[in-house]
């Protein structure tokens, strides 16, 4: 398995720019909340059952948890065109791809892309793929797209992102760019591996979603997705004040209920890990902001605040080892004959 470099939150989201990023998005979230009254109650997105409980409240917005499952989502949430309109119109967006992209690729690069293309390649590896076309659903800024070129896994690869600053920006990289969302792209080749790295938890539907990438890729094929693990210790330990709490992120699945969704739509699930490296430090951040307190966890307090440089990374790897990490990867494959 590919090993990640050490990584920071300051790395990837620099402090000095993170001010008026925040002021951003507040306006987004702002014109989004003036059309609350055309969203729509949904079920669970993993299972379908309606029987659920209040989770948390943020934003305005109501997270609930499903009681098969477990999987946290928000219902009522925007629909679909609202949605699209606002990733299409976000000045929180514009920004990223302005300005906090721009600044932190050098690091995202090194600490994030690489590996996650190394992983991938790896992936690829031991299941066989070898060669042929790599579909990427939403690729941003597109320096993954250009770190799996680089490496030369596939043949071919094609970089869906709707978003149209970013279509723009992967475009000047020289990736094949689909500027559309998944729902509408039609392709006549056959696709080896679907990709998706942060892109499930923002989608109305994630089962049209699998629906449709398992409609793209060949039986036998490969879908590699990330997304928050709503099991992971960060957003367990503050719940809602934690940063993967978003308004743009509608679903939080767990390894078992996402993979209970990938088994629905086509796929068998092969493997799930939870590798992030920041869980630690957010909480710890948080507390020593005076934003959460650990006074009745003392083996915690001790752990994130006395005896951090000691600890903390040892505590990490204990996270991402046990699945307790709150980002994670699952891998699928494709059912029929290939």
């Known amino acids: 398995m590919a090993t990640t470099p050490t990584l920071s939150e300051n790395d990837i989201r620099p402090d000095h720019l993170m001010v008026d990023q925040a002021k951003l998005f507040a306006a987004d979230v702002a014109r989004l909340l003036e059309r609350r009254s055309e969203f729509v109650e949904v079920d669970c997105p993993a299972c ?14 109501s997270y609930v948890e499903c009681l098969g499952c ?3 989502y928000i219902s009522p949430r925007p629909p ?3 949605l699209e309109q606002y990733y299409a119109t976000s000045e929180n967006y514009a920004y990223w791809n302005k300005f906090i992209f721009p600044a932190s690729e050098d690091a995202r690069r090194e600490r994030i892309f690489r590996p996650r293309a190394e ?9 066989g793929i070898k060669g042929g076309t790599l579909l990427e659903v939403g690729a941003g800024f597109g320096t993954f797209g250009e ?3 680089r490496i030369g896994t596939f043949s071919r690869v094609f970089s869906v992102e709707p978003t149209p600053d970013l279509a723009a920006t992967c475009r000047r990289k020289g990736l094949e760019v689909i500027e559309a969302p ?9 696709i080896d591996v679907v990709a998706s790295y942060e892109v499930i938890e923002h989608l109305f539907s994630p089962r049209r979603f699998l629906e449709d990438c398992a409609a793209q890729v060949r039986p036998g094929g490969l879908i590699v997705l990330t997304c928050p693990n709503v099991r992971g210790f960060d957003i367990m330990e503050l719940r809602e004040k934690s940063g993967a709490v978003d308004v743009e992120h509608l679903n939080y699945f767990h390894p078992a209920s996402l993979g209970k969704l990938l088994g629905e739509c086509g796929f068998e699930t092969l493997e799930a890990f939870t590798p992030g490296r920041l869980d630690a430090e957010l909480v710890r951040k948080r ?31 204990f996270l991402a080892t046990n699945g307790l990490s709150s ?6 494959r494709r059912r029929g004959a290939k």
């Open 147 to 149: 770190e799996i070129k």
């Open 48 to 61: 379908a059952n309606a029987p659920r409980k209040p989770a948390w409240q943020k934003y305005e917005m």
């Open 70 to 72: 477990g999987t946290v």
């Open 327 to 332: 980002h994670m990867w699952i891998v699928g």
């Open 80 to 82: 679909p065109s609202l």
């Open 119 to 127: 992983r991938l390649a790896e992936i690829c590896g031991r299941y």
């Open 287 to 317: 507390v020593l902001a005076g934003e959460h307190s650990l006074d009745q966890q003392p083996l915690l307090r001790s752990v994130l605040l006395d005896r951090w440089d000691e600890l903390g990374e040892k505590f990490q790897d």
């Open 182 to 190: 998944i729902e509408k792209v039609k392709l006549d080749v056959p």
